[in-house]
């Protein structure tokens, strides 16, 4: 199995920019497709962006498209996802997961292995 820890996550205002990252532990980080989920209070977890083991297919939210960019680093076990075009919308916690197998799917029931989340707050 893989664990996962998020961070980078904080306050910042609307148009700023946050870099979140993920690092991964266990089982070799590149058997893994990833993912960006978020859910805000009230909320139900919603779909952010996502990406091949290799990192050559990427799928992002519509929500995000043109503002997000998830992005991986095998030698480094770690995923990325900027976050530029910040709006207070974007606000949530937002979770890394892990999917065994290369499904670049925004199913969150695809994935097998979550982090802790790390807490994005846009203020306007």
């Known amino acids: 199995q893989v664990q996962l820890v998020e961070s980078g996550g904080g306050l910042v205002q609307a148009g700023g920019s946050l870099r979140l990252s993920c690092a991964a532990t266990?089982?070799?980080?590149?058997?893994?497709?990833m993912g960006w989920f978020r859910q805000a209070p009230g909320k139900e977890s919603e779909f952010v962006a996502a990406?091949?083991?290799?990192?050559?297919?990427?799928r992002d939210a519509d929500s995000v498209k043109g503002r997000f960019t998830i992005s991986r680093d095998n030698a480094q076990n770690t995923l990325y996802l900027q976050m530029n075009s910040l709006k207070p919308e974007d606000t949530a916690v937002y979770y890394c997961?892990?999917?065994?197998?290369?499904?670049?799917?925004?199913?969150?029931?695809?994935?097998?292995?979550w982090g802790q989340g790390t807490q994005v707050t846009v203020s306007s």
């Open positions: 997961a892990a999917n065994f197998g290369n499904l670049v799917s925004a199913d969150d029931r695809q994935y097998q292995y």
């Open positions: 266990g089982r070799t980080f590149s058997s893994y497709a």
């Open positions: 990406i091949s083991r290799g990192g050559g297919e990427t």
